[in-house]
Structures are given as structure tokens and as C-alpha cells.
């Protein structure tokens, strides 16, 4: 059965710091890894997928994230937060061995910039 | 174009009303996904529409009743509900279903209250 778990309900960063959002997946063959982020009161939002090849990828609004196939990780990352960062992110994981395989999402961070 | 539009923004129901919801898209997706979300939560997949045909129901009770009147258009039929269904409900849409890599376009979500 595959799983992703965000081990943090929240992480605090003050702005223009480095900020990283955890993730680990758990799934049979390769997986296919999306960040996406949620403000209030608003449907998700896509932010990068990792399908194949280079283990960092960039996405919108200056994040990034680094794939490691030994850790089972895929943390978000971005070099200076902003104060407008400040969200619900949400790991998914869908396994690539079916197309029928379902997206699974994590339980969420909420990521709080205090300026 | 890469909208997707939900009706009404809110809504407020009695447990005896019939009401739908709406969803619509002009990205040329051929899936479309209804969710439910609680506070703070993950989204939680209910149904599942590939080339307007339904794929997934994630046994969600009978007092949801979707519908996909074409390609770009989504309903969610709602009748008899209970106080425990108010929630946010997100619709969103991709480019396949069976595309693991294609991410998800989510609209802002219907804010529903059982009463």
C-alpha cells in the first residue's frame, strides 16, 4: 500500500530565512511526487512534481524540492521565505507500477513566516 | 485558460433539501475529481470521472449523486445530508486520469453547511 506522511502539523520560519517542508513516501516501484499548497478558504495549488531524472525541482514562486530515492523523501524547500508563504502545504504520492493507482495526499504543514 | 470554477461559493442546507454543485473547466481535461475536505485536513477523493464516465466512487454514500453532463462540466447532486457532510468541497481536473505524472487543477471549493 503506498503512504506519505508529513511528520510536521506545522513549521514557524522567520521571513527572509530558509525554510523546509518535510515529506516521506512509501509506495511499490517508482513514484510520482506533487507538492501542492493551499491558502485559506481556497482550493489546492499545484507547486512541482518530481516523474523522472534530475532530483531537484524547481516550481513556482521560488520553491524547489529534492527527490532522495534512498530516504524515501521529497522535502520542499526555498532559500528566503516570505511573510505570503505562509500556508497549508500538502504531499502527494501516486505509484507508477498501475494507471490506476490513486493520488494519496499527506496530512499537511501549516508553514507560518512570522515577519 | 487554467480555471477551474465552482458554484455556489456557499451554501447552507437544511438535512431535507436538494441542492447541487457545480463544477466547470475549459482546459480540455478529460478527469475530473470531486473531493471533500474537512479543517485542516487532506482532501478526500470521492469520485472519479475519465472521458465523462464515472471511474472511481470511493463508496460515498447514495446522498451524493455526481454527474458529468459533458467534458467540461461537473455536478454534485446533493440530497438527504447529514450535519457531518458540511465541509469544503473541492472539484479538480487533469489532463488524463490514467496520466500518473499530469497534476491536478483544483477550483476554490464550495463551503457547504448541513443544517
Known amino acids: 500500500a503506498q503512504s506519505v506522511a508529513q511528520p510536521e502539523d506545522q513549521v514557524n520560519v522567520a521571513e527572509g530565512n530558509p525554510l523546509t517542508v518535510k515529506c516521506t513516501y512509501s509506495?511499490?516501484?517508482?513514484?510520482?511526487l506533487f507538492w501542492y499548497v493551499q491558502y485559506p478558504n481556497r482550493g489546492l495549488q499545484f507547486l512541482l512534481k518530481?516523474?523522472?531524472?534530475?532530483?531537484l525541482v524547481k516550481g513556482s514562486y521560488g520553491f524547489e524540492a529534492e527527490f532522495n530515492k534512498s530516504q524515501t523523501s521529497f522535502h520542499l524547500k526555498k532559500p528566503s521565505a516570505l511573510v505570503s508563504d505562509s500556508a497549508l502545504y500538502f504531499c502527494?504520492?501516486?505509484?507508477?507500477?498501475?494507471?490506476?493507482?490513486?493520488?494519496?495526499f499527506g496530512s499537511g504543514t501549516r508553514l507560518s513566516i512570522r515577519p | 485558460d487554467t480555471e477551474v470554477t465552482q458554484t455556489p461559493k456557499h451554501l447552507v442546507m437544511g438535512m431535507t433539501n436538494k441542492k447541487s454543485l457545480k463544477c466547470e473547466q475549459h482546459?480540455?481535461?478529460?478527469?475530473m475529481y470531486w473531493y471533500k475536505q474537512k479543517a485542516k485536513k487532506p482532501p478526500e477523493l470521492m469520485f472519479v470521472y475519465s472521458y465523462e464516465k464515472l471511474s472511481i466512487n470511493e463508496s460515498v454514500p447514495s446522498r451524493f449523486s455526481p454527474e458529468c453532463p459533458n467534458s467540461s462540466l461537473l455536478n454534485l447532486h446533493l440530497h438527504a445530508l447529514q450535519p457531518e457532510d458540511s465541509a469544503l468541497y473541492l472539484c479538480a481536473s487533469s489532463q488524463e486520469y490514467s496520466g500518473l505524472d499530469y497534476e491536478q487543477y483544483f477550483g476554490p471549493g464550495t463551503r457547504l453547511t448541513v443544517t
Open positions: 482546459m480540455g481535461h478529460r478527469a
Open positions: 502527494a504520492v501516486r505509484a507508477s507500477y498501475s494507471s490506476a493507482s490513486k493520488i494519496i
Open positions: 509506495v511499490s516501484g517508482n513514484p510520482y
Open positions: 518530481y516523474i523522472t531524472g534530475d532530483n
